[in-house]
């Protein structure tokens, strides 16, 4: 799939939101979009999706392409069973095998004993697996996740930690933003960056992937072997690899006197040379 000299603004008079994007989207990919808030991430998902058409330039060679918005619209007239084989008849399955996909899911999420309840009165959570579900059921070759995993319990992140690993393994592509910079880091081929309307590659580290700011304070002496920064007083900075996150967290959590975490961000690219 393929992204050309793409630009959208909302309204003839509005901003550009994206301007001039250009973006390969080759199969097996698991890409990341990040960005400020309102810097147009959804945008660019939506438009990835074919929710939304871009103002200018072109967009090809979609392929069949599932999407979980960031706001799921729970008031539709539908129980969670029967929104799901429903999705699923829309992208083409039989009704069978879209039946048997929908309660897979659902006791994935471990929901099935919300089969039968009317979307509008499931709590926000299971509203959301439903959300995440309708968009599985479909088995896409292209899925897009905005903040899907947000709302979701920690088993419900992993499931769907899982099956965006069985798309990609499967040759599909996936798209996501997430708030956590540690989402999907061991899966993430590739990252892009929204930034002033343009969507700019995120260099991949020494370690292939995207790195992570973290900062502490509290502790002591910092963990042996760790490379920090000079922070304030009291304060620890430290930037590793994304998916080494996890591990250098349970150290400064396991430190004595344990170091208190403040804040978990991905760090900035290099700005490009002018
Ligand atoms: N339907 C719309 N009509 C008018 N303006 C819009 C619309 N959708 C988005 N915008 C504007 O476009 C800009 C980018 O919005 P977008 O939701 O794509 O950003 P985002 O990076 O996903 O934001 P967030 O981090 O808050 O989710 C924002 O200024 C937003 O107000």
Known sequence: ??????????????PWVLRGVDLDVPGGQVLRVEGANGSGKSTVLRIL?????????RVSGRPRT??????????????AHGYLVHLGRVHGLGGRT????????LECFGIAGYARTPLAQL??????????????????????????????????????????????AAGGTVVFVDHDPRRLAADTTAAHRV???????????????????????????PPAGLAYEPAAPGTLQVTVPAAESDAVLRRLLAAAPPWHIRSVRPAQPPTEPA
Do not use: H, N
Request: with cysteine.
């Open 98 to 105: 879209a039946a048997r996909r929908a309660e897979r899911w």
């Open 49 to 57: 999706a074919g929710i939304d058409r871009p103002t200018t330039g």
């Open 123 to 168: 709590s926000k959570g299971t509203c959301q697996k439903v959300a995440v579900a309708q968009a599985l059921v479909a088995e896409p070759e292209l899925l897009v996740l905005d903040e899907a995993w947000t709302g979701l319990d920690e088993d419900a992140r992993a499931v769907l930690d899982d099956a965006v690993r069985a798309r990609s």
């Open 195 to 221: 930034q002033d309307a343009r969507l700019v590659p995120v260099p991949p580290d020494a370690a292939g992937g995207p790195r992570v700011v973290i900062e502490a304070t509290g502790g002591g002496v």
């Open 66 to 79: 599932a999407y979980v918005p960031e706001r799921f619209p729970p008031a539709l007239p539908f129980d």
């Open 1 to 14: 799939m393929r992204l050309e000299a793409v630009g959208r603004r909302y309204g003839a008079r509005g």
